[in-house]
T-cell receptor
Framework: DAGVIQSPRHEVTEMGQEVTLRCKPISGHDYLFWYRQTMMRGLELLIYFNNNVPIDDSGMPEDRFSAKMPNASFSTLKIQPSEPRDSAVYFC??????????????FGPGTRLTVL | GQQVMQIPQYQHVQEGEDFTTYCNSSTTLSNIQWYKQRPGGHPVFLIQLVKSGEVKKQKRLTFQFGEAKKNSSLHITATQTTDVGTYFCAGREGNTPLVFGKGTRLSVIA
């Protein structure tokens, strides 16, 4: 298995532009998570899906952020319009949580976003 | 809401010295996981602890879960340069999503 795949790996954009980050989870995993990592705030959970359905988006910073999961093998995180304070590394992770206690999360390589 | 605090934030050790990072939760956890992130990399799962007082070992790494299930520790014996990275604990309360600590960044001086 190739693991969790994210694209692009690096994105540099100007303030006000729309940014779309993409993620392909590991096949068979039923949970997908989007995280944002910064030095100041650490690793923050933005939103997570179970069987393609958004369960909790309370971590999404504001309405400029949106996420979709149209099918089990693809998810997007969109920022529109982007702002310099959105600069961070965005990770997608997936897991198979067949038990109530959950299981390990597999992280993708991340997308390093820089908003100028 | 649930918070997971991790100390120290940074640790610099000489190669061969031991290293310990501590994790404390504001609430009782159902389980705790530990991850390692190499510089420029992504978090990679190390282990999960579920039982009160549980101790698990992976070669030079020893993981403990407190009796009250509110704290945990990771101890590395005789650090090596390959241990460099940031170690995160992540706790779960009930069936809620994992909450990650801010991590401890370990530097090993050869």
């Amino acid at each position: 298995d190739a693991g969790v795949i994210q694209s692009p790996r690096h994105e540099v954009t100007e303030m006000g532009q729309e940014v779309t980050l993409r993620c392909k989870p590991i096949s068979g995993h039923d949970y997908l998570f989007w995280y944002r990592q910064t030095m100041m705030r650490g690793l923050e959970l933005l939103i997570y899906f179970n069987n393609n359905v958004p369960i909790d988006d309370s971590g999404m910073p504001e309405d400029r952020f949106s996420a979709k999961m149209p099918n089990a093998s693809f998810s997007t995180l969109k920022i529109q319009p982007s702002e310099p304070r959105d600069s961070a590394v965005y990770f997608c992770a997936s897991s198979f949580q067949g038990t109530l206690m959950g299981s390990e999360q597999f992280f993708g390589p991340g997308t390093r976003l820089t908003v100028l | 809401g649930q918070q997971v605090m991790q100390i120290p934030q940074y640790q610099h050790v000489q190669e061969g010295e031991d290293f310990t990072t501590y994790c404390n939760s504001s609430t009782t956890l159902s389980n705790i996981q530990w991850y390692k992130q190499r510089p420029g990399g992504h978090p990679v799962f190390l282990i999960q602890l579920v039982k009160s007082g549980e101790v698990k070992k992976q070669k030079r790494l020893t993981f403990q879960f407190g009796e009250a299930k509110k704290n945990s520790s990771l101890h590395i014996t005789a650090t090596q340069t390959t241990d460099v990275g940031t170690y995160f604990c992540a706790g779960r309360e009930g069936n809620t999503p994992l909450v990650f600590g801010k991590g401890t960044r370990l530097s090993v001086i050869a």
